[in-house]
Each structure stands twice: as structure tokens, then as C-alpha cells.
């Protein structure tokens, strides 16, 4: 798909059919995520494929902003190998994270893949339940699949403010 209009398709659904995702597409977007840029080339994401019905079951615990997708990605990092930018205030693990699940989230649309972006959560009950190590952060949650035919872009999708709002040429 064309990039602009990957960026135009992209809206956050919240109502996923029973359609699996296919796992070639799930590597696929997997695979953006492993492109994505980190500070210093560190790769300290950590990325777990959340789809048993075991693990559904502990991310349902979590959040109500499932929306029946089938598949979730937890998208997080390693507290221990983050890069410590010069000062000492201020750590890439959330940033690099973040352009990590950015990757993942506009190669899902160029696949034709639903998504929503979620922090509705509590990442310390989620890393518990799913057993990660001590020095592992949740970041965000990832829904993935196909919208239900009920799926639509929420009145917000379609208000974004002016450039000159958000956009200062100094
Ligand atoms: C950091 C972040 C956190 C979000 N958390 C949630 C969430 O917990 N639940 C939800 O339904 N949507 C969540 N969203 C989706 C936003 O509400 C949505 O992106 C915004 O309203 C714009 O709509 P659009 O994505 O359809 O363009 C989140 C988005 C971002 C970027």
C-alpha cells in the first residue's frame, strides 16, 4: 500500500471479528518492529505474542479494550540495557519501545490488519500474571485482526488539530 494512505487507513478498531490473523502476517508485522530504530542500536524490546486462550484469559484480566481480537502483542523492554542519554535524567526504553509498536502498527494497516493501540492497563499486574522476568516493562498492548462488520473509526479518528497548533517554525 501506498505509505500516505497506510497512514490514512490506519484507525484504532475496537470491535475484531473471530477471523484468525494469519500467521504470515503476523511476521510480517513482527518483522517492522525488528527494523524499527533504537538508541544506539540497542534492541532492548522485548515483544511477547499473546494469542493461547491461556494468555487472552490474563490480558482479558487486565484490560476491557480487547475487543475480541485474537491476537495481542505486549510491547515492552529490557530495564537493565536501555540507553542512558548524557545527564543521566532521561532512558530510551519507553522511546525505543514506542517507535517499535509504531512500526508494528502501520505495518498492520499496510497488511490490511486492524489494530489498537492500548494503556488501559495495569502493566505490573500484566508482567506478573505473564510471568516476565524482574528487569522486563510493559509498555503498550497491540490488538490485532480484522474488524467485525459492526467496526468503524470513532468520531475522534476524524478530528486532529491544525499543523499550526501543534507546529512552530522558529
Ligand atoms: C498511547 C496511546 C494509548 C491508548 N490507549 C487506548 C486504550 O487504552 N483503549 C482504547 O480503546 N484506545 C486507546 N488508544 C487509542 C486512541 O484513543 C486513538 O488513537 C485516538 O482516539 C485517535 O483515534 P484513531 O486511532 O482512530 O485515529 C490509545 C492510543 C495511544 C496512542
Known amino acids: 500500500m501506498e505509505f500516505r494512505n497506510v497512514i490514512r487507513n490506519r484507525y484504532s478498531c475496537r470491535s475484531f471479528s473471530d ?3 494469519e500467521e504470515s502476517k503476523l511476521q510480517a508485522i513482527l518483522e517492522a518492529g525488528r527494523l ?3 538508541a ?3 534492541q532492548e524490546q522485548r515483544i511477547y505474542v499473546l494469542k493461547s486462550e491461556d494468555a487472552i484469559a490474563k490480558v482479558d484480566a487486565a484490560t476491557p479494550c480487547r475487543y475480541g481480537a485474537p491476537v495481542v502483542l505486549a510491547v515492552g523492554y529490557d530495564i537493565t540495557n536501555v540507553y542512558t542519554y548524557p545527564g ?3 532512558d530510551s526504553g519507553m522511546e ?3 517507535i ?3 512500526h508494528m502498527i502501520l505495518a498492520a494497516a499496510d497488511e490490511g490488519v486492524d489494530s489498537c493501540w492500548l494503556n488501559r492497563f495495569d502493566p505490573e499486574a500484566l508482567e506478573a500474571s505473564l510471568g516476565l522476568p524482574p528487569n522486563e516493562r510493559i509498555l503498550m498492548l497491540l490488538d ?3 474488524g467485525a462488520a459492526d467496526a468503524a473509526p470513532s ?3 476524524e478530528s486532529r488539530k491544525a499543523l499550526e497548533e501543534t507546529v512552530t517554525v522558529l
Do not use: E, M, Q
Request: aromatic share 4%.
Open 88 to 90: 543521566g535524567k532521561h
Open 40 to 42: 544506539k542500536n540497542i
Open 19 to 21: 477471523r484468525p490473523l
Open 155 to 157: 468520531p475522534r479518528h
Open 36 to 38: 524499527a530504530p533504537t
Open 100 to 102: 517499535v509498536a509504531t
Open 144 to 146: 490485532l485482526g480484522y
Open 96 to 98: 525505543d519501545a514506542a
